[in-house]
Protein backbone atom coordinates (compact mmCIF):
# COMPACT_ATOMS: atom_id res chain seq x y z
CA UNK A 1 0.00 0.00 0.00
CA UNK A 2 1.14 3.65 -1.14
CA UNK A 3 0.86 6.60 0.16
CA UNK A 4 2.68 8.45 -2.43
CA UNK A 5 0.51 6.68 -5.09
CA UNK A 6 -2.92 8.33 -3.43
CA UNK A 7 -1.48 11.20 -3.27
CA UNK A 8 -0.94 11.57 -6.92
CA UNK A 9 -4.32 10.13 -7.78
CA UNK A 10 -5.92 12.57 -5.45
CA UNK A 11 -3.52 15.43 -6.73
CA UNK A 12 -4.01 14.83 -10.81
CA UNK A 13 -6.83 17.29 -12.34
CA UNK A 14 -7.60 19.11 -8.41
CA UNK A 15 -7.68 22.68 -8.19
CA UNK A 16 -5.89 22.12 -4.42
CA UNK A 17 -2.43 23.97 -4.92
CA UNK A 18 0.48 21.72 -4.60
CA UNK A 19 2.06 23.08 -0.96
CA UNK A 20 -1.57 22.56 0.99
CA UNK A 21 -1.28 18.71 -0.56
CA UNK A 22 2.35 18.69 0.42
CA UNK A 23 1.39 20.19 4.41
CA UNK A 24 -1.87 17.74 4.55
CA UNK A 25 0.45 14.85 3.41
CA UNK A 26 2.90 15.93 5.64
CA UNK A 27 0.51 16.42 9.13
CA UNK A 28 -0.94 12.31 7.67
CA UNK A 29 2.46 11.12 8.07
CA UNK A 30 3.52 12.84 11.30
CA UNK A 31 0.06 11.35 13.05
CA UNK A 32 1.60 8.13 11.93
CA UNK A 33 5.10 8.55 13.43
CA UNK A 34 3.90 9.76 16.35
CA UNK A 35 1.46 6.74 17.00
CA UNK A 36 4.57 4.45 16.26
CA UNK A 37 7.30 6.26 18.43
CA UNK A 38 5.54 8.72 20.60
CA UNK A 39 6.86 12.00 19.16
CA UNK A 40 7.59 13.50 15.65
CA UNK A 41 10.28 15.93 16.97
CA UNK A 42 13.15 13.69 15.46
CA UNK A 43 11.77 12.85 11.95
CA UNK A 44 11.74 14.92 8.90
CA UNK A 45 8.75 14.10 6.21
CA UNK A 46 10.07 14.95 2.74
CA UNK A 47 7.84 15.51 -0.50
CA UNK A 48 9.90 15.10 -3.93
CA UNK A 49 8.39 17.25 -6.27
CA UNK A 50 7.33 13.80 -8.42
CA UNK A 51 5.42 12.57 -5.40
CA UNK A 52 7.73 10.55 -3.73
CA UNK A 53 7.63 10.24 -0.18
CA UNK A 54 10.62 10.18 2.22
CA UNK A 55 10.86 9.20 5.86
CA UNK A 56 14.06 10.35 8.18
CA UNK A 57 14.75 9.55 11.82
CA UNK A 58 17.01 11.46 13.06
CA UNK A 59 19.42 11.01 16.53
CA UNK A 60 22.40 12.18 17.90
CA UNK A 61 25.48 9.71 17.76
CA UNK A 62 26.88 8.49 21.43
CA UNK A 63 28.39 6.65 23.48
CA UNK A 64 27.85 2.37 23.93
CA UNK A 65 26.13 2.66 27.03
CA UNK A 66 25.42 6.09 27.58
CA UNK A 67 21.76 6.54 25.32
CA UNK A 68 19.97 8.20 28.00
CA UNK A 69 16.86 8.93 25.34
CA UNK A 70 16.50 6.65 22.59
CA UNK A 71 14.56 8.76 20.98
CA UNK A 72 16.93 11.67 20.31
CA UNK A 73 19.92 9.39 20.76
CA UNK A 74 22.09 6.21 18.76
CA UNK A 75 24.50 4.81 20.37
CA UNK A 76 27.54 4.55 17.98
CA UNK A 77 27.86 0.65 16.88
CA UNK A 78 24.18 1.07 15.92
CA UNK A 79 24.63 4.06 14.36
CA UNK A 80 27.69 2.34 12.61
CA UNK A 81 25.10 -0.47 11.16
CA UNK A 82 23.50 1.89 9.15
CA UNK A 83 26.63 3.89 8.02
CA UNK A 84 29.95 2.53 9.07
CA UNK A 85 31.40 6.46 8.45
CA UNK A 86 29.50 7.40 11.47
CA UNK A 87 31.36 8.81 14.85
CA UNK A 88 30.27 10.19 17.82
CA UNK A 89 28.51 13.24 18.27
CA UNK A 90 27.22 13.18 14.55
CA UNK A 91 23.79 13.16 13.09
CA UNK A 92 22.37 9.86 12.07
CA UNK A 93 20.12 9.82 9.53
CA UNK A 94 18.06 7.01 9.53
CA UNK A 95 15.40 6.23 6.18
CA UNK A 96 12.35 4.63 7.43
CA UNK A 97 10.26 2.63 5.50
CA UNK A 98 6.13 2.28 4.76
CA UNK A 99 6.13 -1.18 5.71
CA UNK A 100 7.61 -0.96 8.83
CA UNK A 101 4.48 0.90 10.00
CA UNK A 102 2.28 -2.25 9.75
CA UNK A 103 -0.55 -2.76 6.85
CA UNK A 104 -3.39 -1.51 9.65
CA UNK A 105 -1.50 1.73 10.18
CA UNK A 106 -0.88 2.40 6.56
CA UNK A 107 -4.74 1.77 5.81
CA UNK A 108 -5.48 3.75 8.62
CA UNK A 109 -3.31 6.96 7.19
CA UNK A 110 -4.74 6.45 4.10
CA UNK A 111 -7.99 7.08 5.15
CA UNK A 112 -6.97 9.74 6.90
CA UNK A 113 -5.33 11.39 3.72
CA UNK A 114 -8.38 10.57 1.03
CA UNK A 115 -10.63 12.34 3.86
CA UNK A 116 -8.51 15.37 3.91
CA UNK A 117 -8.03 15.99 0.47
CA UNK A 118 -11.80 15.70 -0.22
CA UNK A 119 -12.57 18.54 2.80
CA UNK A 120 -10.04 20.59 1.46
CA UNK A 121 -11.60 19.79 -2.38
CA UNK A 122 -14.92 20.97 -0.83
CA UNK A 123 -13.26 24.40 0.62
CA UNK A 124 -11.33 25.10 -2.36
CA UNK A 125 -15.04 24.52 -4.81
CA UNK A 126 -16.54 26.78 -2.30
CA UNK A 127 -13.94 29.50 -2.75
CA UNK A 128 -13.78 28.82 -6.25
CA UNK A 129 -17.67 29.38 -6.78
CA UNK A 130 -17.97 32.51 -4.07
CA UNK A 131 -15.54 34.04 -6.39
CA UNK A 132 -17.49 33.59 -9.60
CA UNK A 133 -21.12 34.33 -7.95
CA UNK A 134 -22.54 37.03 -10.61
CA UNK A 135 -20.77 35.59 -13.44
CA UNK A 136 -23.04 33.13 -15.86
CA UNK A 137 -22.19 29.52 -16.18
CA UNK A 138 -23.00 27.07 -19.49
CA UNK A 139 -24.02 23.81 -18.51
CA UNK A 140 -25.70 20.52 -19.32
CA UNK A 141 -28.95 19.07 -18.18
CA UNK A 142 -28.07 16.26 -15.68
CA UNK A 143 -30.66 15.40 -14.07
CA UNK A 144 -34.58 16.72 -13.83
CA UNK A 145 -36.71 16.48 -10.56
CA UNK A 146 -39.69 18.35 -9.15
CA UNK A 147 -38.34 21.14 -7.34
CA UNK A 148 -35.03 21.66 -9.11
CA UNK A 149 -32.74 20.74 -11.74
CA UNK A 150 -29.38 19.60 -11.87
CA UNK A 151 -26.57 21.13 -14.41
CA UNK A 152 -22.96 19.78 -15.04
CA UNK A 153 -20.91 22.93 -15.32
CA UNK A 154 -18.84 23.01 -18.48
CA UNK A 155 -16.14 24.81 -17.61
CA UNK A 156 -15.38 22.62 -14.36
CA UNK A 157 -17.98 19.74 -14.35
CA UNK A 158 -19.01 20.39 -11.54
CA UNK A 159 -22.70 19.88 -10.41
CA UNK A 160 -24.88 22.92 -10.25
CA UNK A 161 -28.23 23.43 -8.68
CA UNK A 162 -30.83 25.51 -11.01
CA UNK A 163 -34.21 25.86 -8.27
CA UNK A 164 -38.09 25.38 -10.01
CA UNK A 165 -38.30 28.87 -8.61
CA UNK A 166 -35.57 30.37 -10.23
CA UNK A 167 -36.50 29.23 -13.72
CA UNK A 168 -38.30 31.39 -16.17
CA UNK A 169 -42.30 31.04 -16.44
CA UNK A 170 -41.99 29.34 -19.93
CA UNK A 171 -38.71 27.30 -18.89
CA UNK A 172 -38.66 23.78 -20.45
CA UNK A 173 -35.61 21.76 -20.31
CA UNK A 174 -34.33 17.56 -21.22
CA UNK A 175 -31.76 15.63 -20.05
CA UNK A 176 -28.66 17.02 -22.05
CA UNK A 177 -30.34 20.78 -22.93
CA UNK A 178 -27.82 23.35 -22.32
CA UNK A 179 -28.57 25.94 -19.90
CA UNK A 180 -27.19 29.48 -19.14
CA UNK A 181 -28.08 30.90 -15.59
CA UNK A 182 -26.06 33.06 -13.55
CA UNK A 183 -24.42 31.94 -10.15
CA UNK A 184 -26.67 33.63 -7.13
CA UNK A 185 -24.87 32.03 -4.43
CA UNK A 186 -23.13 29.21 -2.56
CA UNK A 187 -24.33 27.25 0.26
CA UNK A 188 -22.69 24.75 2.81
CA UNK A 189 -25.55 22.01 3.34
CA UNK A 190 -24.35 18.78 5.26
CA UNK A 191 -20.89 19.90 4.49
CA UNK A 192 -21.01 20.00 1.07
CA UNK A 193 -20.49 23.27 -1.07
CA UNK A 194 -24.21 23.49 -3.12
CA UNK A 195 -23.61 25.92 -6.39
CA UNK A 196 -27.09 27.71 -7.19
CA UNK A 197 -27.94 29.25 -9.86
CA UNK A 198 -30.96 30.82 -11.31
CA UNK A 199 -32.26 32.66 -14.72
CA UNK A 200 -34.78 34.80 -12.38
CA UNK A 201 -31.96 37.37 -10.75
CA UNK A 202 -31.63 40.39 -11.77
CA UNK A 203 -28.04 39.87 -12.37
CA UNK A 204 -28.58 36.86 -15.06
CA UNK A 205 -30.14 39.68 -17.42
CA UNK A 206 -27.23 42.40 -16.19
CA UNK A 207 -24.79 39.65 -17.16
CA UNK A 208 -26.35 39.06 -20.66
CA UNK A 209 -26.63 42.57 -21.45
CA UNK A 210 -22.72 43.00 -20.99
CA UNK A 211 -22.63 40.15 -22.75
CA UNK A 212 -24.34 41.27 -25.67
CA UNK A 213 -23.52 45.21 -25.42
CA UNK A 214 -19.59 45.93 -25.82
CA UNK A 215 -20.11 49.12 -24.38
CA UNK A 216 -21.68 47.40 -21.23
CA UNK A 217 -18.78 46.12 -20.79
CA UNK A 218 -15.95 48.50 -21.46
CA UNK A 219 -17.51 50.93 -18.90
CA UNK A 220 -18.95 53.17 -21.15
CA UNK A 221 -22.07 52.87 -20.39
CA UNK A 222 -23.23 51.67 -17.10
CA UNK A 223 -26.50 50.01 -16.03
CA UNK A 224 -28.42 51.48 -12.79
CA UNK A 225 -31.02 49.39 -11.74
CA UNK A 226 -32.72 46.58 -13.29
CA UNK A 227 -36.62 45.17 -12.18
CA UNK A 228 -37.98 42.20 -13.34
CA UNK A 229 -41.38 40.11 -13.48
CA UNK A 230 -38.98 37.04 -15.03
CA UNK A 231 -40.86 35.81 -18.19
CA UNK A 232 -42.85 38.67 -18.61
CA UNK A 233 -41.75 42.11 -18.38
CA UNK A 234 -38.28 43.85 -17.60
CA UNK A 235 -37.33 47.81 -17.48
CA UNK A 236 -33.35 48.50 -16.89
CA UNK A 237 -32.24 51.66 -16.41
CA UNK A 238 -28.63 53.06 -17.99
CA UNK A 239 -26.61 56.13 -18.78
CA UNK A 240 -23.28 56.82 -19.74
CA UNK A 241 -20.91 59.96 -19.48
CA UNK A 242 -19.63 60.23 -22.92
CA UNK A 243 -22.84 62.22 -24.76
CA UNK A 244 -21.56 60.80 -28.51
CA UNK A 245 -23.24 57.71 -27.36
CA UNK A 246 -26.66 57.15 -27.22
CA UNK A 247 -27.02 54.32 -24.40
CA UNK A 248 -30.65 53.51 -24.67
CA UNK A 249 -29.51 52.95 -28.84
CA UNK A 250 -26.43 51.03 -28.11
CA UNK A 251 -28.07 48.36 -25.79
CA UNK A 252 -31.00 47.96 -28.26
CA UNK A 253 -28.87 47.52 -31.41
CA UNK A 254 -29.55 47.98 -34.80
CA UNK A 255 -33.26 47.24 -35.17
CA UNK A 256 -32.88 45.79 -32.39
CA UNK A 257 -30.64 42.91 -32.72
CA UNK A 258 -28.59 43.51 -29.32
CA UNK A 259 -31.82 43.35 -27.29
CA UNK A 260 -33.70 39.91 -29.54
CA UNK A 261 -30.88 38.09 -28.74
CA UNK A 262 -31.58 38.38 -24.84
CA UNK A 263 -35.08 38.30 -25.70
CA UNK A 264 -35.19 35.23 -27.29
CA UNK A 265 -32.60 34.03 -23.76
CA UNK A 266 -35.40 35.21 -21.77
CA UNK A 267 -38.48 33.83 -23.13
CA UNK A 268 -39.85 36.36 -24.93
CA UNK A 269 -39.83 38.90 -21.72
CA UNK A 270 -40.33 42.42 -22.71
CA UNK A 271 -37.52 44.62 -22.03
CA UNK A 272 -37.95 48.13 -21.50
CA UNK A 273 -34.38 50.08 -21.81
CA UNK A 274 -34.32 53.84 -20.43
CA UNK A 275 -32.25 56.83 -19.82
CA UNK A 276 -31.57 57.15 -16.69
CA UNK A 277 -31.72 60.53 -15.18
CA UNK A 278 -31.73 62.08 -11.66
CA UNK A 279 -34.61 64.32 -12.24
CA UNK A 280 -37.45 62.14 -10.65
CA UNK A 281 -40.35 63.44 -12.20
CA UNK A 282 -38.64 62.98 -15.90
CA UNK A 283 -37.67 59.48 -14.63
CA UNK A 284 -40.93 58.34 -13.74
CA UNK A 285 -42.36 59.65 -17.41
CA UNK A 286 -39.53 57.33 -18.93
CA UNK A 287 -40.19 54.47 -16.51
CA UNK A 288 -44.08 54.11 -17.31
CA UNK A 289 -42.64 53.57 -21.19
CA UNK A 290 -44.55 52.67 -23.37
CA UNK A 291 -47.12 54.97 -22.32
CA UNK A 292 -47.17 59.04 -22.85
CA UNK A 293 -47.85 60.86 -19.65
CA UNK A 294 -49.42 64.10 -20.01
CA UNK A 295 -48.89 65.78 -16.61
CA UNK A 296 -47.13 64.65 -13.12
CA UNK A 297 -47.50 65.82 -9.64
CA UNK A 298 -44.77 64.21 -7.22
CA UNK A 299 -45.24 64.25 -3.06
CA UNK A 300 -41.30 63.46 -2.55
CA UNK A 301 -42.39 63.38 1.34
CA UNK A 302 -44.56 60.19 0.85
CA UNK A 303 -42.95 59.02 -2.33
CA UNK A 304 -45.91 59.01 -4.25
CA UNK A 305 -46.49 60.38 -7.83
CA UNK A 306 -50.23 61.15 -9.35
CA UNK A 307 -50.01 60.66 -13.46
CA UNK A 308 -52.46 62.05 -15.57
CA UNK A 309 -52.83 60.33 -18.89
CA UNK A 310 -55.48 60.73 -21.87
CA UNK A 311 -57.64 57.78 -22.21
CA UNK A 312 -56.19 55.61 -24.75
CA UNK A 313 -52.67 55.75 -22.28
CA UNK A 314 -53.69 54.45 -19.24
CA UNK A 315 -54.17 50.73 -20.52
CA UNK A 316 -50.42 51.08 -21.82
CA UNK A 317 -49.11 52.48 -18.39
CA UNK A 318 -50.65 50.02 -16.16
CA UNK A 319 -49.85 47.24 -18.04
CA UNK A 320 -50.97 43.41 -18.79
CA UNK A 321 -51.87 42.52 -15.18
CA UNK A 322 -50.65 45.83 -13.94
CA UNK A 323 -47.19 44.92 -14.67
CA UNK A 324 -45.97 47.80 -16.37
CA UNK A 325 -46.89 50.19 -13.72
CA UNK A 326 -45.76 48.02 -11.36
CA UNK A 327 -42.45 48.23 -12.43
CA UNK A 328 -42.24 51.36 -12.96
CA UNK A 329 -42.73 51.74 -8.85
CA UNK A 330 -39.96 49.76 -8.42
CA UNK A 331 -37.59 51.74 -10.89
CA UNK A 332 -38.91 55.00 -9.26
CA UNK A 333 -39.08 54.21 -5.97
CA UNK A 334 -42.52 55.47 -6.10
CA UNK A 335 -45.72 54.72 -5.28
CA UNK A 336 -47.56 55.40 -9.02
CA UNK A 337 -51.57 56.20 -9.25
CA UNK A 338 -52.56 56.53 -12.13
CA UNK A 339 -55.48 59.39 -13.73
CA UNK A 340 -57.46 59.54 -16.73
CA UNK A 341 -57.45 62.73 -18.17
CA UNK A 342 -61.33 63.05 -19.23
CA UNK A 343 -62.00 64.91 -22.32
CA UNK A 344 -63.76 67.94 -23.58
CA UNK A 345 -67.09 65.95 -23.83
CA UNK A 346 -66.78 63.60 -20.56
CA UNK A 347 -66.77 66.77 -18.08
CA UNK A 348 -70.06 65.31 -17.14
CA UNK A 349 -68.06 62.04 -15.90
CA UNK A 350 -69.07 60.66 -12.69
CA UNK A 351 -66.15 59.22 -10.09
CA UNK A 352 -66.30 55.51 -8.79
CA UNK A 353 -66.48 56.61 -5.35
CA UNK A 354 -69.86 58.37 -6.20
CA UNK A 355 -71.21 54.96 -5.99
CA UNK A 356 -69.94 53.15 -3.10
CA UNK A 357 -73.78 52.69 -1.80
CA UNK A 358 -74.19 50.36 -4.67
CA UNK A 359 -70.67 49.09 -5.19
CA UNK A 360 -68.89 47.29 -3.07
CA UNK A 361 -65.21 49.12 -2.20
CA UNK A 362 -62.87 45.92 -3.33
CA UNK A 363 -65.14 46.53 -6.71
CA UNK A 364 -64.09 50.08 -6.94
CA UNK A 365 -60.46 49.19 -6.14
CA UNK A 366 -60.40 46.56 -8.53
CA UNK A 367 -61.71 48.93 -11.59
CA UNK A 368 -59.40 51.36 -9.92
CA UNK A 369 -56.53 49.22 -10.28
CA UNK A 370 -56.93 49.17 -13.98
CA UNK A 371 -56.95 52.51 -14.63
CA UNK A 372 -60.92 53.01 -14.34
CA UNK A 373 -61.83 55.59 -11.88
CA UNK A 374 -64.65 57.18 -13.19
CA UNK A 375 -68.07 55.57 -14.74
CA UNK A 376 -67.71 56.41 -18.03
CA UNK A 377 -64.15 54.94 -18.64
CA UNK A 378 -65.28 51.28 -17.22
CA UNK A 379 -68.59 51.59 -19.51
CA UNK A 380 -65.95 52.22 -22.45
CA UNK A 381 -64.49 48.95 -22.16
CA UNK A 382 -66.21 45.57 -22.84
CA UNK A 383 -67.53 43.25 -21.04
CA UNK A 384 -64.91 40.58 -22.22
CA UNK A 385 -61.67 43.19 -21.74
CA UNK A 386 -63.01 43.93 -18.02
CA UNK A 387 -63.21 40.47 -17.29
CA UNK A 388 -59.59 39.61 -18.88
CA UNK A 389 -57.92 42.86 -17.16
CA UNK A 390 -59.91 42.33 -13.48
CA UNK A 391 -60.96 38.82 -13.31
CA UNK A 392 -64.12 39.56 -12.51
CA UNK A 393 -66.87 37.01 -13.15
CA UNK A 394 -68.79 38.52 -16.15
CA UNK A 395 -72.24 38.51 -14.27
CA UNK A 396 -70.69 40.92 -12.03
CA UNK A 397 -69.69 42.78 -14.87
CA UNK A 398 -72.82 43.43 -16.43
CA UNK A 399 -74.23 44.23 -13.19
CA UNK A 400 -71.70 47.14 -12.41
CA UNK A 401 -72.28 48.55 -16.23
CA UNK A 402 -76.25 48.65 -15.08
CA UNK A 403 -75.85 50.50 -12.14
CA UNK A 404 -73.75 52.59 -14.23
CA UNK A 405 -75.01 53.17 -17.00
CA UNK A 406 -78.22 53.87 -14.96
CA UNK A 407 -76.86 57.12 -13.27
CA UNK A 408 -76.31 58.24 -17.04
CA UNK A 409 -79.80 57.51 -18.35
CA UNK A 410 -81.20 59.85 -15.33
CA UNK A 411 -79.06 62.54 -16.06
CA UNK A 412 -80.33 62.15 -19.61
CA UNK A 413 -84.33 62.30 -18.42
CA UNK A 414 -83.57 65.27 -15.92
Known sequence: MNLAETFNEFKAGKSIDRPTMVRVLEDVFRTLIKKKYGTDENFNVIVNPNGDLELWRIREIVPDGEVMDDRAQIAISEAQTIDEDYEVGEDCYEQLYLEEFGRRAIMAARQTLISRILELEKIEKYKRYEARVGEIAIGEVNQILK?????????????????????????????????????????????NPVIIISRTDNMFLEKLMEQEVPEIEDGLISIKKIVRIPGERAKVAVETYDDRIDPVGACVGMRGSRIHSIVRELNNENIDVINYTTNESLLIQRALTPAKVSNIELDTENRRAAVYLDADQVSLAIGRGGSNIK????????????????????????????????????????????????????????????????????????????????????????
Do not use: H
Open 327 to 414: LASKLTGYEIDVYRKPSANEMDDVDLEEFADELDEWVIDTLKGIGCDTARSVLELSTEELARRTDLEEETIEQIRAILEAEFEEEEES
Open 147 to 191: REIFVIDDATGDELVLPRNETIRGDFFRKNDIVRAVIRKVEMKNN
